[in-house]
């Protein structure tokens, strides 16, 4: 019974709603800068996730090809203080 | 010959090589910012554009040396492909590595140059920061990415010292690397919004 209720409420809601301007520019009675703002929505919605998730796959994918390598073993008397990242290349 | 924790012989050094170096993680993130500082200047851009009354560009606004501005574009993604190309030399240890950098930062200093004497026209027809929409907007994207054009520009040079005094490691070479295709990239994005 109580589902019911509040599936006839969401359907209710859903019947009387109207579409809401989310900004005031978004009203402009222009349809080429309606769309300016629809465009760059969705541009910049998608620049900042494809950005992060392509680091995220990079970087896994190189973790990933690390461990598939063999470990390289460098002598201590070559290696020194300094570390591998003086020499280098 | 015993064992450490992991079961590796002593006297054996584990790979100490990072997954990604600090420095190229550090850049990649510094570009990230970066594209998401230029794509909210382009957005910025697009939506002055599509509510400019009477068309774009202004009436009786200078008009932006479209096929000048090509050649320098050109230019400018030639330093990028020149600098992969010193990449793979370095790589390799070819001796020609030095000629490739510097190749690659004199096509670079050509498009400083190139857009220093077009500003320079521009401002004499009269297209300042000032004189309208679209002055405002190609002073700010175009000088922005002017901006980044000469840090890169500076750390080219940088490298190219490095690499003539044989200081230039791949930890060194490849942030340098990553902020001038990042400048090359955005450029041809803004002369397409800005200039086309």
Redesign the interface.
């Known amino acids: 019974m109580g589902r019911l209720l509040v599936a006839c409420g969401v359907l209710a809601a859903a019947w009387v709603a109207d579409s809401a301007s989310a900004c005031p520019?978004c009203a402009?009675p222009?349809e080429?800068?309606r769309?300016?703002?629809v465009?760059?929505t969705i541009?910049?919605t998608v620049?900042?996730l494809t950005?992060?998730g392509g680091?995220i796959w990079w970087?896994r994918r190189?973790?990933r090809a690390?461990e598939d390598s063999p470990?390289?073993?460098?002598?201590?008397s070559i290696?020194g203080d300094a570390?591998?990242?003086s020499?280098?290349? | 010959m015993p064992d450490d924790a992991l079961g590796r012989p002593y006297g054996v050094p584990v790979r100490r090589e990072p997954v990604v170096p600090n420095g190229v993680l550090g850049m990649l993130m510094f570009v990230a910012t970066e594209i998401m500082f230029f794509s909210g200047l382009i957005s910025a851009f697009v939506i002055g554009k599509s509510n400019a009354i009477g068309g774009w560009p202004p009436p009786g606004q200078p008009r932006l040396p479209v096929e000048e501005t090509a050649l320098n574009t050109a230019a400018l993604l030639a330093s990028g492909v020149v600098l992969f190309l010193a990449n793979r030399a370095f790589k390799n240890d070819a001796p020609n590595t030095k000629r490739l950098l510097a190749i690659s930062i004199a096509l670079g200093g050509f498009f400083v140059l190139f857009q220093g004497a077009e500003w320079v026209a521009l401002i004499g027809e009269g297209l300042t920061l000032t004189s309208g929409q679209l002055g405002g907007f190609f002073y700010l994207l175009v000088g922005a990415h002017a901006l980044h054009v000469v840090a890169g520009f500076i750390i080219l040079l940088y490298t190219y010292r490095r690499l003539s005094h044989h200081e230039l490691d791949r930890f060194t070479f490849w942030p340098a690397q990553i902020f001038w295709y990042f400048v090359v990239g955005v450029w041809p994005i803004l002369y397409w919004q800005v200039y086309l």
């Open positions: 520019s402009s222009l080429e800068n769309q300016a703002f465009d760059t541009f910049l620049v900042p950005l992060i680091l970087i190189r973790v690390m470990e390289i073993a460098v002598p201590d290696l570390g591998p990242f020499k280098g290349r």
